[in-house]
C-alpha cells in the first residue's frame, strides 16, 4: 500500500514514459480516503493553489522575470546573433535594453495566468485526482498544462503585444533590429518577438510552479496546513 500511495503522490517535475492505472491501483485509489481519512485530492489541489500564490505571483512583480535566472528571457535563438554582433560594434546598452523589455512584457503578461489556473485546480474531477495521483511524475504538470495552454496563450498574446507598447519594447526592438541590419555583412531579421516572449513566459509559469511544488514534497516547513502535513508524510514514510 505504501508504494501504491506513493506513486499517487509522485507528480514532481520530470520528464517519464506515461504509465496507466492498472484495475487493481483504481480499487485502492478508492479505498485510499476511506481507509486514511484523508482527502489526497484536495491535498494536491491545495499544492497546485500554494504554487501558484507563491511563485507565479512574484512573476508579475517588476524583476519578476528579468532578474530570476530560473526564467529570465534571453535573446531568441535566431537573435543571438544579433546580440554578439551589437556587443562587437559597441551596443550593449541597447541589447541589454532589448532583453530588459521582453521580461517586462512577460511579467505583465503573466498577471493574467492566476484565475486561468485557479479556475483549472477548481474543475479538476475524481478522474483528473485520479490520473494525477496514479500518474507519472510529470501528471500534475501535463494536468496543468492540458488544462490551460490554450487559454493562456490566447490571454498572454495580446497583452505581450500591448505590453511591448506600453513599455516602449517595440521602439526599442524597431531601433535595434534596424540598426542589426544597417551594419555590414549582416542579413537582414524581422523575429516573432510576440510569440517567442509568449511561449517564454509560459515556460517560465510552469517551471515556478515546479519550484513549490518541490519545496511542498521536501521541506516540512513548507506544509503550512495540516491537509498538506498529512498527504505528503505519507509520501515521506514511503
Same mark, same amino acid.
Given at each position: ?23 487493481? $491501483? ?47 528571457? !534571453? ?7 544579433? =546580440? ?46 485520479? #490520473? ?28 505581450? $503585444? ?20 544597417? !551594419? ?10 510576440? =510569440? ?18 518541490? #519545496?511542498?514534497?521536501? #521541506? ?19
Amino acid at each position: 500500500m505504501k508504494k501504491i500511495i506513493f506513486l499517487m503522490l509522485g507528480f514532481t517535475i520530470a520528464s517519464c514514459a506515461q504509465t496507466y492505472p492498472t484495475l487493481t $491501483q483504481i480499487r485502492e485509489l478508492a479505498q485510499v480516503k476511506s481507509a486514511s481519512g484523508i482527502d489526497i485530492g484536495s491535498g494536491l489541489k491545495e499544492a497546485l493553489n500554494k504554487g501558484i500564490t507563491q511563485q507565479v505571483t512574484k512573476l508579475t512583480a517588476v524583476d519578476g522575470f528579468y532578474k530570476n535566472d530560473l526564467v529570465k528571457i !534571453l535573446m531568441p535563438e535566431e537573435l543571438q546573433k544579433v =546580440d554578439a554582433t551589437l556587443r562587437k560594434f559597441g551596443l550593449s546598452s541597447l541589447a541589454d535594453e532589448g532583453i530588459k523589455v521582453m521580461n517586462r512584457a512577460a511579467e505583465d503578461a503573466v498577471k493574467e495566468a492566476t484565475p486561468i489556473f485557479v479556475d483549472a485546480v477548481k474543475k479538476m474531477t475524481f478522474t483528473d485526482a485520479k #490520473n494525477i495521483l496514479l500518474g507519472n511524475d510529470s501528471a500534475a504538470t501535463a494536468y496543468l498544462q492540458g488544462s490551460t495552454s490554450t487559454v493562456l496563450y490566447s490571454k498572454f498574446s495580446p497583452v505581450v $503585444q500591448n505590453s511591448f507598447s506600453k513599455v516602449g519594447a517595440d521602439k526599442i526592438w524597431k531601433n535595434i533590429i534596424t540598426k542589426y541590419n544597417s !551594419l555590414p555583412l549582416t542579413k537582414d531579421v524581422n523575429p516573432d518577438l510576440t =510569440d517567442y516572449v509568449t511561449s517564454q513566459a509560459m515556460t517560465g509559469v510552469f517551471k515556478m510552479i515546479s519550484v513549490e511544488e518541490k #519545496n511542498i514534497r521536501t #521541506n516540512l516547513n513548507a506544509r503550512t496546513s495540516p491537509l498538506l502535513k498529512q498527504v505528503f508524510a505519507m509520501q515521506d514514510r514511503k
